[in-house]
């Protein structure tokens, strides 16, 4: 079974690395400056050719509290007008973006995040969908994965029923933690009654899909209430759960200096946590995806990766990899064949070049040859847990033994550790290997032993 994992307290201890979350190969830290509007249309007059699928990703940054947590591009403000001027640029990028595509090119998935989605009034978001609309081919027939992300906070029935109408049909609520200490420790007092009316509007309203997000390792966290918590998770049902990490970085995150370190838990704990709700949600029938990630066995991205064909981009796990990623709004990304590209993290900027009828492209990269290669190899690994050799020969023209001949070495040191089972024909990572197979990736990356490993969080 693709779920089984085995859990290795020594080898997790061995193999526990800070290293990329591979939602692109080459990372985010590649990106440079060289990049920027000209490779963009270029990209985006490709796309129009070939007739590619969109997803569209929709960052709205604005916040009305902040979370020590949160390592987001965020705004944080009560005045619900600045979102006004935003929008205006932003509805002149969807413009200047739209001109260059064609009409044919369905948008199969769209997602809202942020920030906070909602800090948005109902008229803002209705404006919002149907600039939208009149841009880009969104479907009508609710067949695509339109999702957006909700602080339960900030939403109510009416809202739910709103995002209904407009064609949501996934949400995604962040939740972290339900116990009171740790909500306090790091500012979202969030009850779980109104988490539970969120998701009782949800399905209701027949949205497809509910998405629980939890965070292990805040401060004042310890085994035993981050299980009751899991606990309570479990008996709202949702979908799909994500269970990160919390990556302590307060010198590149200024909110997370307001947490304070002697609360956070030891690591030993912080892997009982994750060794616990590993247990729980197995036992509750979740199959674990990958990289923090769990599903229940009839819900798409299971039943993707059973089928060896799930796939994995900004949006994080996704059955539309296929289809050419567009990222509107402040830091957004996109991902338009062999184009990466992110948009000024700078709202200000972000909103000054839209004014002056200007992409707001700040940076990016081109894949070049030896980047597909690895992008490939690494995607296999990380959706499917396996990699079949033969075919990225085939794909790529290359000997693969040949080819990665120099990491031979410390593949085979994982297979003796029992990480992964090598062959002549393949890789399969193996059960105790599965929480780690971000470390496996990490082994065909080659521009890791470059960056400064203090950029990324740990594998677990």
Same mark, same amino acid.
């Given at each position: 079974?693709?779920?089984?994992?085995?859990?290795?307290?020594?080898?997790?201890?061995?193999?526990?690395?800070?290293?990329?979350?591979?939602?692109?190969?080459?990372?985010?830290?590649? !990106?440079?400056?060289?990049?920027? #509007? =000209?490779?963009?249309?270029?990209? %985006? &007059?490709?796309?129009?050719?070939? +007739? /590619?699928?969109?997803?569209?990703?929709?960052?709205?940054?604005?916040?009305?509290?902040?979370?020590?947590?949160?390592?987001?591009?965020?705004?944080?403000?009560?005045?619900?007008?600045?979102?006004?001027?935003?929008?205006?640029?932003?509805?002149?990028?969807?413009?200047?973006?739209?001109?260059?595509?064609?009409?044919?090119?369905?948008?199969?998935?769209?997602? !809202?995040?942020?920030?906070?989605? #909602? =800090?948005?009034?109902?008229?803002? %978001? &209705?404006?919002?969908?149907?600039? +939208? /609309?009149?841009?880009?081919?969104?479907?009508?027939?609710?067949?695509?994965?339109?999702?957006?992300?909700?602080?339960?906070?900030?939403?109510?029935?009416?809202?739910?029923?709103?995002?209904?109408?407009?064609?949501?049909?996934?949400?995604?609520?962040?939740?972290?933690?339900?116990?009171?200490?740790?909500?306090?420790?790091?500012?979202?007092?969030?009850?779980?009654?109104?988490?539970?009316?969120?998701?009782?509007?949800?399905?209701?309203?027949?949205?497809?899909?509910?998405?629980?997000?939890?965070?292990?390792?805040?401060?004042?966290?310890?085994?035993?209430?981050?299980?009751?918590?899991?606990?309570?998770?479990?008996?709202?049902?949702?979908?799909?759960?994500?269970?990160?990490?919390?990556?302590?970085?307060?010198?590149?995150?200024?909110?997370?200096?307001?947490?304070?370190?002697?609360?956070?838990?030891?690591?030993?704990?912080?892997?009982?946590?994750?060794?616990?709700?590993?247990?729980?949600?197995?036992?509750?029938?979740?199959?674990?995806?990958?990289?923090?990630?769990?599903?229940?066995?009839?819900?798409?991205?299971?039943?993707?990766?059973?089928?060896?064909?799930?796939?994995?981009?900004?949006?994080?796990?996704?059955?539309?990899?296929?289809?050419?990623?567009?990222?509107?709004?402040?830091?957004?990304?996109?991902?338009?064949?062999?184009?990466?590209?992110?948009?000024?993290?700078?709202?200000?900027?972000?909103?000054?070049?839209?004014?002056?009828?200007?992409?707001?492209?700040?940076?990016?990269?081109?894949?070049?040859?030896?980047?597909?290669?690895?992008?490939?190899?690494?995607?296999?690994?990380?959706?499917?847990?396996?990699?079949?050799?033969?075919?990225?020969?085939?794909?790529?023209?290359?000997?693969?033994?040949?080819?990665?001949?120099?990491?031979?070495?410390?593949?085979?040191?994982?297979?003796?550790?029992?990480?992964?089972?090598?062959?002549?024909?393949?890789?399969?990572?193996?059960?105790?290997?599965?929480?780690?197979?971000?470390?496996?990736?990490?082994?065909?990356?080659?521009?890791?032993?470059?960056?400064?490993?203090?950029?990324?969080?740990?594998?677990?």
């Amino acid at each position: 079974m693709l779920d089984a994992i085995r859990w290795d307290t020594d080898l997790i201890r061995r193999y526990d690395l800070a290293g990329p979350r591979y939602t692109s190969y080459p990372t985010a830290v590649q !990106f440079h400056s060289q990049v920027g #509007t =000209f490779d963009l249309l270029h990209a %985006l &007059r490709e796309s129009r050719k070939a +007739l /590619r699928p969109l997803s569209l990703y929709v960052h709205v940054p604005f916040c009305a509290n902040i979370c020590y947590y949160c390592a987001c591009n965020k705004v944080i403000t009560k005045d619900r007008g600045r979102a006004l001027p935003y929008l205006q640029r932003l509805e002149q990028e969807i413009q200047l973006i739209a001109c260059h595509l064609d009409p044919g090119q369905k948008v199969e998935q769209l997602h !809202f995040g942020g920030g906070t989605p #909602t =800090f948005l009034s109902h008229d803002e %978001l &209705r404006q919002l969908m149907s600039h +939208l /609309r009149q841009h880009f081919n969104l479907l009508d027939d609710d067949s695509g994965d339109y999702g957006i992300e909700i602080d339960p906070r900030e939403a109510d029935w009416s809202t739910m029923g709103l995002l209904r109408e407009l064609g949501f049909n996934r949400v995604s609520i962040g939740l972290q933690d339900l116990d009171p200490a740790v909500q306090r420790a790091v500012n979202r007092l969030q009850s779980l009654e109104e988490t539970r009316a969120v998701i009782e509007a949800a399905r209701t309203l027949q949205f497809r899909s509910i998405n629980i997000d939890l965070i292990y390792g805040l401060p004042k966290q310890t085994p035993d209430n981050f299980a009751r918590t899991v606990e309570e998770v479990i008996n709202l049902q949702p979908d799909r759960l994500s269970v990160f990490n919390y990556a302590h970085l307060p010198e590149r995150f200024m909110p997370q200096r307001r947490i304070n370190s002697h609360e956070l838990p030891e690591p030993a704990e912080k892997l009982q946590m994750l060794q616990r709700t590993i247990e729980q949600l197995t036992a509750a029938g979740y199959r674990y995806i990958g990289m923090d990630h769990f599903a229940l066995p009839d819900d798409e991205l299971a039943i993707a990766q059973e089928e060896s064909t799930l796939q994995r981009n900004f949006q994080g796990y996704t059955t539309h990899g296929h289809c050419d990623l567009i990222g509107l709004g402040v830091s957004a990304i996109s991902q338009i064949g062999d184009l990466y590209c992110q948009n000024s993290s700078d709202l200000t900027q972000y909103q000054n070049l839209l004014g002056g009828a200007q992409l707001a492209t700040s940076r990016g990269l081109v894949c070049n040859q030896d980047d597909r290669v690895r992008r490939a190899v690494i995607q296999q690994l990380i959706c499917n847990f396996s990699l079949d050799f033969e075919a990225i020969e085939q794909q790529f023209n290359i000997d693969f033994r040949g080819y990665f001949g120099d990491l031979w070495p410390q593949l085979q040191a994982m297979a003796e550790d029992g990480l992964i089972k090598l062959s002549n024909e393949g890789i399969e990572v193996l059960p105790a290997g599965r929480l780690l197979v971000r470390s496996v990736c990490m082994v065909f990356d080659t521009y890791l032993e470059q960056q400064n490993r203090q950029r990324f969080s740990r594998v677990i």
